[in-house]
């Protein structure tokens, strides 16, 4: 006769149960992991808002670069003057529009994709540019625009032909909080008034 051991069942569900009890994460585990996770977090999300700065920047350089192109290119082909006029400060926006003529083109720089303003605006004086009926500007200058403390410059040369500066940073961004800009300030946050500090 043959004795059965009874005993080796209850050793196996002794195992299971203690394999499951250690199956579990430890609270210095989780502690661990959580500080890793704030770690990445708090050096990643300084980098994602600087980049989405630079892409709305870029994006509205691009957008004023190629409507400059537009009404250039259109000038020459309507065979009349076209004006693009520019308007700097928090409310930036710029507009197109045939003189003479009721048709306007608006677009702000102020809303989505860009949340961009115009920093300053230099065009031979005035802040427009009057394109005559061959495509030829009455001026060129420069156009900076600005989203926080990143900013790209336009550059518009005497042919019409309109290129950006990769965005950069300006000033650190606490300064720019702090600054209130306005159309009559140029690029680096500095005033009329402190123009020979530069």
Same mark, same amino acid.
């Given at each position: 006769m043959t004795m059965m051991n009874t005993d080796r069942p209850a050793k196996?569900?002794?195992?299971?149960?203690?394999?499951? #009890?250690?199956?579990?994460?430890?609270?210095?585990?989780v502690v661990?992991?959580?500080?890793?996770?704030a770690t990445v977090g708090a050096m990643a999300i300084p980098r994602y808002g600087a980049a989405v700065a630079r892409y709305r920047v870029e994006a509205?350089?691009?957008?004023?670069? #190629?409507?400059?192109?537009?009404?250039?290119? %259109?000038?020459?082909?309507?065979?009349?003057?076209?004006?693009?006029?520019?308007?700097?400060? %928090?409310?930036?926006?710029?507009t197109t529009y045939t003189v003479g003529a009721a048709r306007e083109s608006l677009v702000w720089l102020k809303a989505e994709p860009y949340w961009a303003v115009i920093n300053s605006v230099d065009?031979?004086?005035?802040? #427009?540019?009057?394109?005559?009926?061959?495509?030829a500007p009455d001026s060129g200058g420069t156009i900076v625009v600005r989203h926080g403390s990143i900013a790209s410059t336009i550059t518009i040369d005497t042919a019409g032909a309109a290129t950006f500066t990769r965005p950069v940073q300006l000033i650190p961004a606490s300064i720019v909080k702090e600054t #209130?800009?306005?159309?009559g300030e140029i690029a680096l946050g500095f005033s009329d008034d402190n123009a020979d500090r530069k």
């Open positions: 196996r569900h002794r195992t299971i149960r203690r394999a499951a #009890a250690r199956s579990g994460f430890s609270l210095i585990e661990a992991c959580l500080a890793i996770i509205a350089a691009t957008r004023v670069v #190629a409507e400059v192109h537009r009404v250039r290119d %259109k000038s020459g082909r309507a065979g009349r003057s076209l004006t693009i006029s520019f308007r700097g400060g %928090k409310n930036a926006f710029l065009l031979g004086g005035d802040t #427009a540019i009057v394109f005559d009926g061959y495509g #209130a800009f306005n159309a």
